[in-house]
């Protein structure tokens, strides 16, 4: 059980580059959260997917797209990067929607650079 | 605007000391108040404190909910150098439940 697995670990891109971040989780999870981590800023959510088959914006969606391929997987993909985006990126999951029931179990991380 | 503020935003101490982290939150329709910890990596569950579970402890950590004052405390006695990590405090909303996050208190024990 691995839990929830993010790729790649590290990245670092061109300004315009394209990339798709990889989210699997193998804890049979309806619901799963892509965040961005920037110094002094804490957590901020950018998409969510409440089940499979649905996503939602978040916070700070602009300048990403999410695909909830199937149950385990949600990635996210940025088309034209920017040096903005330069963020440590985190994927969590929770069994159902709504923290009150369930917390949320995060991936490793991914530590994107764009130049 | 929904938003978490933590204070304060880093602590220095020494081995054996005792800590007091704060958490104050402006949330539309209150569900729940969760800390985290956050060592190099991802962040790990500590808590979640809602209406009906105000205080919760485990081992040197607790945590106490003021819904009255819209905060929060953790508390760490007999602090040890592995306590030394970022604490963060998100608060989930009844409105979308989503979790809106604090900016995080770093912390350092000193041995």
């Known amino acids: 059980n691995a839990g929830v697995t993010q790729t790649p670990k590290f990245q670092v891109l061109k300004t315009g580059q394209s990339m798709t971040l990889q989210c699997a989780q193998d804890m049979n999870h309806n619901s799963m959260y892509w965040y961005r981590q920037d110094p002094g800023m804490g957590l901020r959510l950018i998409y969510y997917s409440a089940s499979e088959g649905t996503t939602d914006k978040g916070e700070v969606p602009n300048g990403y797209n999410v695909s909830r391929l199937n149950k385990r997987e949600f990635s996210l993909r940025l088309e034209s990067a920017a040096p903005s985006q330069t963020s440590v990126y985190f994927c969590?999951?929770?069994?159902?929607?709504?923290?009150?029931?369930?917390?949320?179990?995060f991936g490793p991380g991914t530590r994107l650079t764009v130049l | 605007e929904d938003k978490v503020v933590q204070s304060p935003l880093s602590l220095v101490v020494h081995e054996g000391d005792t800590v007091t982290l704060n958490c104050s939150y402006e949330v539309t329709n209150f569900r729940s108040l969760l800390w985290y910890k956050q060592e190099k990596k991802a962040p790990t569950f500590l808590f979640m404190l809602?209406?009906s579970g105000i205080e919760k402890k485990s081992g040197r950590l607790s945590s106490i909910l003021d819904k009255k004052e819209l905060s929060s405390i953790l508390n760490i006695t007999a602090t040890q150098t592995g306590d030394s990590a970022i604490y963060l405090c998100?608060?989930?909303?009844?409105?979308?439940?989503?979790?809106?996050w604090g900016a995080g208190t770093k912390l350092i024990i000193k041995p």
């Open positions: 969590a999951s929770t069994p159902w929607g709504g923290a009150s029931t369930d917390t949320q179990y």
């Open positions: 809602t209406s």
């Open positions: 998100a608060v989930e909303s009844g409105s979308n439940y989503q979790l809106i």
